[in-house]
């Protein structure tokens, strides 16, 4: 009885052809990451793809990654990206190992997305375009050899050697035919070199985030710079504004733990000799004003309370700060806006873009724009060297970083980066209280205790706090000394605890008498309402 014999390797195991795909994206992704630390710092082929994602994501999309992650938002999103890109390499390596050169297309579109979303970026240097094609020709490449590796040799014959099972002679020259030409691909010499290409890869992404690290004087800049002294300075914080209960949010918010929510998935680093700010569009005099013409005005400081549209009700999308700057009305003055303009369109070095109306900027609240926070020239995640501060406001109609431009416009004419995605224009933030002290589902000891959190509605203010338990009598709590009406302010109520589980509630009235809605509502279009409940258990 003959048989014949198929000579294995023909068609290589998928995992192989998986590990051939990774490892190219991976070396292809590190090799573009150097190029950019060294040459184009903005142009990160993860960076522009991730930014362009974003600004295709649809609303839900973007609420629903800043609702799971809050500020990790952007470390969650690079995670993602890697994810899929691992996914597209495995079938690239698929591909390519099965129907040549459907592998190569598939990285080279990689690629040539990374080139377009370099190029069209609001910051594209002449040569974002570089690290993106880097990256995918050197993935390309990597693949091409990569599966070579897996290609068996040709067959001394065409004809399959027949053996019969009987004949030990046979077999003897079957793996005879085996050891002269029909051999299984080098499976130790294709993990030596995916292994190689792997480990390049990562190292070179290392490098090239050291390189852009190192390469970054504008943070050398930023500490080199001594801010001025305000020509006004802020009132002192009264003492009794901060209650000093653990676990309660501090009244003045430490810049390393102030929040960041933005589009920005690289930092832009702006030198101040290289910035500057134009005013212009529905004005009679346009103005240009440099970073040392804007140090050397009369700087004002002001405490102001940020806060997030995408807050939660009880998040901790929200902050509070001492700024220092220039207000934005006395410049404005300047350019003189034409009696029908009602917005400013600020945009950012990035392309990012806010709406604020008109007459916010120009009446007597303090909205700046900021130099310094907390006494430090601003962080540069937080927008340094220069970025808008506006009391009242959600930060997405008006709180800029890294500003450039301010457009005299309208409403009818522009459009914002977030009002384009479904979300209101003027964005003024609403009433709202959150407790702190104790935590959700934190265990308290049944005796004397305390409840004790935060209230807020700048440029409006807040005039009393309430606190309900397990759906009884609303209760006054004690509000600590408010720094102004821009700012929040702390509250607190002592609690004889029993034992058992309890459900605690609260809620803020403002200074107009208005009490904050329990109609409860997210964040999208225009910020969250609701008051916050949590529920303890007293042991």
């Given at each position: 009885?003959?048989?014949?014999?198929?000579?294995?390797?023909?068609?290589?195991?998928?995992?192989?052809?998986?590990?051939?795909?990774?490892?190219?994206?991976?070396v292809?992704?590190?090799?573009?990451?150097?190029?950019?630390?060294?040459?184009?710092?903005?142009?990160?082929?993860?960076?522009?793809?991730g930014?362009?994602?974003?600004?295709?994501?649809?609303?839900?999309?973007?609420?629903a990654?800043?609702?799971?992650?809050?500020?990790?938002?952007?470390?969650?999103l690079?995670?993602?990206?890697?994810?899929?890109?691992l996914?597209?390499?495995?079938?690239?390596?698929?591909?390519?190992?099965?129907?040549?050169?459907?592998?190569?297309?598939?990285?080279?579109?990689?690629?040539?997305?990374?080139?377009?979303?370099?190029?069209?970026?609001?910051?594209?240097?002449?040569?974002?375009?570089?690290?993106?094609?880097?990256?995918?020709?050197?993935?390309?490449?990597?693949?091409?050899?990569?599966?070579?590796?897996?290609?068996?040799?040709?067959?001394?014959?065409?004809?399959?050697?027949?053996?019969?099972?009987?004949?030990?002679?046979?077999?003897?020259?079957?793996?005879?035919?085996?050891?002269?030409?029909?051999?299984h691909?080098?499976?130790?010499?294709?993990?030596?070199?995916?292994?190689?290409?792997?480990?390049?890869?990562?190292?070179?992404?290392?490098?090239?985030?050291?390189?852009?690290?190192?390469?970054?004087?504008?943070?050398?800049?930023r500490?080199?710079?001594?801010?001025p002294?305000?020509?006004?300075?802020?009132?002192?914080?009264?003492?009794?504004?901060?209650?000093?209960?653990?676990g309660?949010?501090?009244?003045?918010?430490?810049?390393?733990?102030?929040?960041?929510?933005?589009?920005?998935?690289?930092?832009?680093?702006?030198d101040?000799?290289d910035?500057?700010?134009?005013?212009y569009?529905?004005?009679?005099?346009?103005?240009?004003?440099?970073?040392?013409?804007?140090?050397?005005l009369?700087?004002?400081?002001?405490?102001?309370?940020?806060?997030?549209?995408?807050?939660?009700?009880?998040?901790?999308?929200?902050?509070?700060?001492?700024?220092?700057?220039?207000p934005?009305?006395?410049?404005?003055?300047?350019?003189?806006?034409?009696?029908?303009?009602?917005?400013?369109?600020?945009?950012?070095?990035?392309g990012?873009?806010?709406s604020?109306?008109?007459?916010?900027?120009?009446?007597?609240?303090?909205?700046?724009?900021?130099?310094?926070?907390?006494?430090?020239?601003?962080?540069?995640?937080?927008?340094?060297?220069?970025?808008?501060?506006?009391?009242?406001?959600?930060?997405?109609?008006?709180?800029?970083?890294?500003?450039?431009?301010?457009?005299?416009?309208?409403?009818e004419?522009?459009?914002a980066?977030?009002?384009?995605?479904?979300?209101?224009?003027?964005?003024?933030?609403?009433?709202?209280?959150?407790?702190?002290?104790?935590?959700?589902?934190?265990?308290v000891?049944?005796?004397?205790?305390?409840?004790a959190?935060?209230?807020?509605q700048?440029?409006?203010g807040?005039?009393?706090?309430?606190?309900?338990?397990?759906?009884?009598?609303?209760?006054?709590?004690?509000?600590?000394?408010?720094i102004?009406?821009?700012?929040?302010?702390?509250?607190?109520?002592?609690?004889?605890a029993?034992?058992?589980?309890?459900?605690?509630?609260?809620?803020?009235?403002?200074?107009?008498?208005?009490?904050?809605?329990?109609?409860?509502?997210?964040?999208?279009?225009?910020?969250?309402?609701?008051?916050?409940?949590?529920?303890?258990?007293?042991?």
């Amino acid at each position: 009885m003959n048989v014949a014999i198929e000579q294995a390797g023909d068609r290589p195991a998928y995992p192989l052809t998986w590990a051939a795909g990774v490892a190219s994206i991976t070396v292809g992704a590190g090799l573009g990451e150097l190029t950019a630390g060294v040459i184009a710092p903005e142009s990160s082929p993860f960076a522009v793809v991730g930014d362009a994602l974003v600004d295709a994501a649809p609303v839900w999309a973007k609420d629903a990654a800043i609702a799971l992650f809050g500020t990790a938002d952007k470390i969650a999103l690079f995670v993602g990206i890697a994810i899929v890109a691992l996914a597209l390499a495995a079938l690239a390596g698929w591909l390519q190992s099965r129907t040549p050169p459907w592998g190569l297309v598939v990285v080279g579109a990689f690629g040539a997305t990374g080139v377009v979303a370099a190029m069209t970026r609001a910051d594209a240097g002449p040569v974002a375009w570089l690290p993106s094609l880097v990256a995918g020709v050197a993935a390309a490449i990597a693949l091409h050899l990569l599966t070579g590796l897996l290609t068996p040799p040709p067959r001394a014959s065409s004809a399959p050697p027949v053996v019969s099972q009987r004949s030990p002679a046979g077999a003897s020259a079957a793996a005879k035919a085996t050891a002269t030409g029909d051999q299984h691909p080098d499976r130790r010499t294709f993990f030596i070199w995916a292994g190689v290409a792997t480990a390049g890869g990562v190292i070179a992404t290392i490098a090239g985030s050291a390189v852009r690290a190192g390469s970054r004087t504008v943070t050398a800049a930023r500490q080199a710079i001594g801010l001025p002294a305000a020509s006004v300075p802020a009132a002192a914080v009264p003492a009794s504004a901060e209650l000093g209960i653990s676990g309660l949010a501090p009244v003045i918010t430490p810049n390393a733990e102030f929040y960041r929510i933005d589009t920005a998935l690289i930092v832009p680093q702006v030198d101040t000799s290289d910035w500057s700010l134009r005013i212009y569009g529905m004005v009679k005099q346009e103005v240009t004003i440099t970073w040392d013409e804007l140090v050397a005005l009369p700087l004002e400081e002001s405490y102001t309370t940020l806060s997030c549209v995408s807050n939660s009700v009880g998040g901790d999308l929200i902050g509070n700060a001492k700024w220092l700057g220039y207000p934005i009305r006395e410049l404005l003055a300047r350019a003189e806006p034409t009696a029908d303009a009602d917005m400013v369109l600020s945009q950012s070095i990035d392309g990012f873009t806010a709406s604020t109306p008109l007459s916010v900027l120009t009446d007597d609240r303090d909205s700046i724009l900021a130099i310094g926070m907390n006494d430090e020239p601003l962080p540069i995640e937080h927008g340094f060297p220069v970025r808008m501060v506006v009391p009242g406001l959600y930060g997405y109609v008006s709180a800029t970083k890294w500003v450039t431009e301010l457009k005299v416009t309208t409403f009818e004419q522009d459009k914002a980066y977030w009002s384009t995605r479904g979300w209101t224009e003027r964005g003024p933030i609403k009433l709202q209280s959150r407790i702190d002290v104790p935590s959700r589902n934190q265990s308290v000891v049944a005796g004397e205790t305390v409840i004790a959190g935060v209230a807020w509605q700048p440029h409006v203010g807040v005039s009393k706090v309430e606190v309900q338990i397990d759906g009884g009598e609303w209760l006054e709590a004690t509000l600590a000394t408010a720094i102004s009406d821009d700012t929040w302010v702390q509250w607190s109520m002592p609690w004889t605890a029993t034992s058992g589980s309890h459900t605690i509630s609260c809620r803020a009235t403002n200074v107009n008498g208005e009490t904050q809605t329990d109609a409860i509502a997210p964040p999208a279009p225009d910020g969250a309402t609701g008051w916050q409940q949590i529920s303890i258990n007293v042991a």
